[in-house]
T-cell receptor, first 118, second 113 residues
Framework: AQSVTQLDSQVPVFEEAPVELRCNYSSSVSVYLFWYVQYPNQGLQLLLKYLSGSTLVESINGFEAEFNKSQTSFHLRKPSVHISDTAEYFCAVTDFNAGGTSYGKLTFGQGTILTVHP | EAGVAQSPRYKIIEKRQSVAFWCNPISGHATLYWYQQILGQGPKLLIQFQNNGVVDDSQLPKDRFSAERLKGVDSTLKIQPAKLEDSAVYLC???????????FGPGTRLTVL
C-alpha cells in the first residue's frame, strides 16, 4: 500500500516569487508520480508526471518537479508564480507491474492550496 | 478530443434519499474510475472498471453504494440511502491502460441535508 503526504496545507506567496510545494510518499514498490492541479469549480488536470528516465520533469507552464528516490520525495517548484497559478495542487502515486503497466489506483495526498497575492 | 463528461454538476438531497451520477469517459479509454473527494481531502478511489468488469471496489461502501458500466462505456454511480457523510464531490476519471495518466471530469458536488 502507498501513502502520500503533502507537508503544507496552504502556501501563500506574492506574485513573481518562487514557490515549492512539498510531497513525500511511502511505498514498498516502485511508483509512478503525478502532480494534479484543481482550479476552483473544475476537475483535476494533470500538471506533470514522472514515469522513468530523467528525475527532473517539467510542465508547459513553468512548473517542475524532481523525483528523489532516496528521500521518497517529489517536490513541485516554480521560480516565479503568477496570479493565475492560484489553485489546489495534489500529489499522487500509483504502482505498476513488472511490465511497467500501472495497476490503476491513484493514491492522493491531502492537497496544498497555493494562493498568489498581487 | 472531448473530455470526461459528468452529470449532474450539483445535487442536493435529504438523508435517506437515493441519488445517481452519470459519467461518459473519453472515447477509447478502457479504464474508468470513480473517486470521492471530501472537502479538505484528496480524492479517494471508490471503484475501478476495466472495460465493463470491476477491478477494484475495495473502498466502496457496498451496503449503500453501487456502480455499473454497461457495454464498457458510460457508467453510473448510485447511493441508496444517502447519509450526511456522503456529502462530497464525486469525480469520474478515465485512462488508457499503460501508464495510467488519468483524465478527470468536472465532478458532481453532492450535498446531503
Amino acid at each position: 500500500a502507498q501513502s502520500v503526504t503533502q507537508l503544507d496545507s496552504q502556501v501563500p506567496v506574492f506574485e513573481e516569487a518562487p514557490v515549492e510545494l512539498r510531497c513525500n510518499y511511502s511505498s514498498s514498490v516502485s511508483v509512478y508520480l503525478f502532480w494534479y492541479v484543481q482550479y476552483p469549480n473544475q476537475g483535476l488536470q494533470l500538471l506533470l508526471k514522472y514515469l522513468s528516465g530523467s528525475t527532473l520533469v517539467e510542465s508547459i507552464n513553468g512548473f517542475e518537479a524532481e523525483f528523489n528516490k532516496s528521500q521518497t520525495s517529489f517536490h513541485l517548484r516554480k521560480p516565479s508564480v503568477h496570479i493565475s497559478d492560484t489553485a489546489e495542487y495534489f500529489c499522487a502515486v500509483t504502482d505498476f507491474n513488472a511490465g511497467g503497466t500501472s495497476y490503476g489506483k491513484l493514491t492522493f495526498g491531502q492537497g496544498t492550496i497555493l494562493t498568489v497575492h498581487p | 478530443e472531448a473530455g470526461v463528461a459528468q452529470s449532474p454538476r450539483y445535487k442536493i438531497i435529504e438523508k435517506r434519499q437515493s441519488v445517481a451520477f452519470w459519467c461518459n469517459p473519453i472515447s477509447g479509454h478502457a479504464t474508468l474510475y470513480w473517486y470521492q473527494q471530501i472537502l479538505g481531502q484528496g480524492p479517494k478511489l471508490l471503484i475501478q472498471f476495466q472495460n465493463n468488469g470491476v477491478v477494484d471496489d475495495s473502498q466502496l461502501p457496498k451496503d449503500r453504494f453501487s456502480a455499473e458500466r454497461l457495454k464498457g462505456v458510460d457508467s453510473t454511480l448510485k447511493i441508496q440511502p444517502a447519509k450526511l457523510e456522503d456529502s462530497a464531490v464525486y469525480l469520474c476519471a478515465s485512462s488508457l491502460v499503460k501508464y495510467n495518466e488519468q483524465f478527470f471530469g468536472p465532478g458532481t458536488r453532492l450535498t446531503v441535508l
